[in-house]
């Protein structure tokens, strides 16, 4: 019996265009973010890697050798007919844009590559960047991966994000005048947020329309700023059960078509603090679906 799907994942997008396995290759790449520079440390749950992958040999170092180490290794494994390149680590239009673009051209080396996905930060887009971005569309689809985190300021500054949520706007709506697909990254449990500050940062990307989303629970990573809060104040995290039913009610919130790349968010265990049901991965998106059909 074919089961019934909730929500429309990135998986299930990939599916309806190109019809085959599609598989995003996660780079590292030698951006920073501005919130690293004059002795500033970023954003205090970000460890020394910016959340960039970690599978690669010590000697795959250049983009080039990792798109061609990553397409080997997922074909191989998952046999995957066609790939996205995914600029994943720290801040990635964090330089001029001739920079820019030799970076992303230097990925752009097989005609089984068919999109690209940039991680970057609502500050750090500029006209002349979209416009840059914009040029790839015609042979590539692209997204831009916007790091919103909350919609409250006062959250925004106590983790020291360095941007605000009406730079979230702007950037939105520029890469819309572009036509450029957004994802908007956003943490559930943020430090001394209540379940209503959540449901807002949940309705303030639904009403920006953008194209996707992205979610993920905090967890607090060892030897990080939050770590450091967390050790001073204790405060509370959320149990699996609160972060399944608040997720499913953001679900809820968003137009219809959004595009759902990711519901909770997991990472080396070696590394992790609390809470330990994070990379649970199974049962936290069963409860979230529990919850989601729930509340219909």
Known sequence: MKMEKLFYTFNDYLREKYNCKVYRLPLRTNMSCPNRLNDLKGC??????????????????????????????????????????????????????????????????????VGIIIGTRPDCIDEEKIKMISSYAEKYDIWIELGLQSAHDATLDLIKRGHTSIDFIRANTLCKKYNIKTTAHIIIGLPHETEDMMLYTGKFVADQKCAGIKIHSLYIIRNTELHKLYEKEKFKLLTLDEYSQITAKILKMLPEKS?????????????????????????????????????S
């Not at 910016?50 to 040999?57: I, L, M, Q």
């Not at 519901?263 to 992790?272: A, H, L, M, R």
């Open 259 to 295: 595009v759902i790349h990711r519901i909770t968010g997991e990472t080396d265990k070696e590394k992790i603090i609390a809470p330990d049901w994070v990379n649970d991965k199974k049962t936290v998106i069963s409860q979230i679906e529990h919850y989601y059909k729930f509340f």
């Open 44 to 113: 205090i749950f970000c460890d020394e890697k910016g959340s960039g992958p970690d599978f690669y040999p010590e000697n795959i170092g250049t983009i080039t050798e990792q798109i061609v180490y990553a397409m080997e290794f997922f074909f191989a494994k998952r046999k995957a007919k066609k790939f996205y390149v995914y600029f994943q680590s720290f801040t990635n239009t964090f330089s001029d844009v001739e920079t820019l673009k030799k970076m992303y051209d230097s990925a752009l080396i097989d005609e089984r590559i």
